[in-house]
């Protein structure tokens, strides 16, 4: 039966191993940007695993719309792809914002860095849920991770509010006003993307038998 | 008599290519569709079940042949031939979905009827009961099937599970054309007046080869995707049934549709669901064709017979 069962390995499960390169790239260009926040890193390491993201997700699109994956999952599994690939975007656009601006005042900078480090830091947890989801087959298990991201994406969403907080009390001009509100929204977006990811796979994962 | 034969068997030839074309879908076409194989060996895989079907079981059907015509010559299978033949197409240009069983059953019946034929009722009126009871116990089965088998999937490793049910649907794609080449081929097969048997089953043969490889068309669209759309487990439980179902009419010399048991345990599948969101109308559409087309194929043969002979 092992032998059957290799001839038989379906592009379905093909295309979810390899969506998990994708998340491993989120991983690493969330690393990066947690050097970026600690003042070190670079931007365009972090572009350059965008566009390796982008090659990866292009090529599973090709797959995916070329053949071998039941019809009734194509329009799922692109969804996918798009929702992964949407995190390494996040997090490039997190970089960039990041990047943008430097706000004058030290006690809001330093607020601001450790909230982002946090943030990165649910991320990170985040995206190792979404991995190990993306490697489990029992539909028990895929949702306790895919409940575990949605707790770690509603932290991220107290802390965004708390920065939302910090930007309308402090004494702030309208630049830093505005750089606080983007970064939040960037980094929120990473948590989002991954939880959106997680509820495609669970969707996927249920439908494929019944 | 050798003119007579050799249109006989032409015949027999245009009417098993049709239908070993036209029900490939329903045999292969889950394998096909979901790219579990390619068309070639999911037409390869299919003509050899009719195949093994035809020459393991084909006899069978001769008590149902018997019981609705008693009396066959060359002339009056022609004339059923001939009439069985030109309905189809005109449903398949159509798009009209039908039965060649019930249609091909209401022929001889038609005929046997205006020739005054003493026809055997009583297995005749159990072969009209199980057209109707075979596809409704198909859809009342398929409901506590899906549910107990969606129960027990959702404690199952999904990719074991998926590699062991797509190895079911090649086997149960084979099974359903074994099933189709025993039942529909085996009973066309069955209607041939004797005499002519070996080149009769070479012509069926070559017959199946033609039909699956250039007419097998897009039938299953409909049933497919206007009721419901397939999943593995919806598939393989489906196509269980419906092979099920016909190899038990096969077993009893009843000719059974498998387009009739495979849709009404789609139709089944679809209303296992808690959240469906189905169309009754394809349903009921082809329920009704089928009802008129088995209707309109005896009167058709009825008055030509009267007619001609």
Not at chain 2, 6 to 16: D, G, H, R, T
Not at chain 2, 262 to 276: C, D, E, V, W
Request: glycine share 8%.
């Amino acid at each position: 039966m092992g032998v059957f069962e290799n001839l038989l390995e379906g592009g379905e499960q093909n295309i979810m191993r390899r969506c998990n390169g994708i998340v491993s790239l989120a991983e690493k260009a969330n690393k990066a940007v947690k050097s970026l926040i600690k003042g070190g890193g670079s931007v365009k390491i972090i572009k350059g695993i965008e566009e390796d993201s982008d090659d990866v997700a292009f090529e599973l699109t090709n797959i995916v719309t070329g053949g071998g994956v039941a019809p009734n999952l194509i329009d799922d599994l692109l969804e996918l792809i798009d929702k992964e690939d949407s995190i390494v975007d996040s997090v490039y656009n997190l970089a960039r914002e990041l990047n943008r601006y430097k706000i004058k005042n030290a006690k809001i900078r330093s607020v601001l860095a450790n909230r982002i480090g946090e943030m990165s830091d649910l991320a990170d947890a985040a995206l190792r849920e979404l991995y190990n989801m993306q490697k489990s087959d029992k539909l028990a298990e895929i949702k306790k991770f895919r409940a575990e991201i949605e707790k770690l994406e509603e932290r991220g969403d107290d802390l965004k509010d708390s920065l939302f907080d910090m930007a309308y009390d402090a004494e702030t001009d309208f630049k830093a006003f505005y750089h606080i509100f983007e970064v939040a929204h960037e980094a929120d977006n990473v948590l989002d993307s991954c939880e959106d990811s997680s509820d495609m796979y669970l969707t996927i994962m249920s439908s494929i038998l019944t | 008599m050798l003119a007579s034969t050799a249109i006989l068997l032409f015949l027999e030839f245009v009417i098993m290519a049709l239908v070993s074309g036209n029900n490939l879908s329903v045999c292969s076409g889950t394998i096909i569709g979901s790219r579990m194989t390619t068309r070639r060996n999911g037409v390869l895989l299919a003509v050899l079940g009719y195949a093994a079907g035809f020459l393991l079981e084909g006899k069978l059907l001769r008590r149902g042949i018997y019981a609705v015509m008693p009396v066959r010559s060359t002339e009056l299978i022609i004339l059923a031939l001939s009439i069985a033949i030109v309905i189809f197409i005109i449903a398949h240009k159509k798009r009209v979905p039908q039965s060649l069983s019930v249609n091909f059953i209401s022929i001889l019946l038609g005929i046997s009827v205006a020739l005054g034929f003493r026809v055997d009722w009583t297995f005749t009126i159990f072969i009209i009961a199980f057209w109707i009871l075979a596809p409704l116990l198909s859809v009342l089965v398929m409901i506590p099937a899906m549910r107990k088998a969606s129960g027990a999937a959702t404690g199952w490793h999904i990719w074991k599970a998926v590699g062991r049910i797509k190895l079911a649907l090649f086997m149960l794609s084979f099974f359903t054309a074994f099933t189709l080449g025993a039942n529909t081929l085996g009973f066309l097969y069955s209607a041939l007046p004797d005499g002519a048997s070996l080149l009769a089953i070479v012509v069926a043969l070559a017959a199946m080869l033609f039909g699956g490889v250039f007419l097998s068309g897009a039938e299953l669209n409909r049933i497919g995707s206007e009721i419901i759309s397939m999943r593995y487990l919806n598939s393989v439980v489906s196509q269980s049934l419906s092979a099920f179902f016909v190899e038990l009419a096969t077993i009893v010399g009843i000719p059974l549709s498998n387009t009739q048991t495979f849709t009404a345990s789609i139709y089944g599948a679809g209303l296992s669901y808690k959240g469906r969101l189905m169309s009754r109308s394809p349903a009921i559409s082809i329920v009704f064709t089928w009802v008129l087309g088995a209707l309109l194929s005896f009167a058709l043969a009825f008055f030509i017979s009267l007619l001609l002979l």
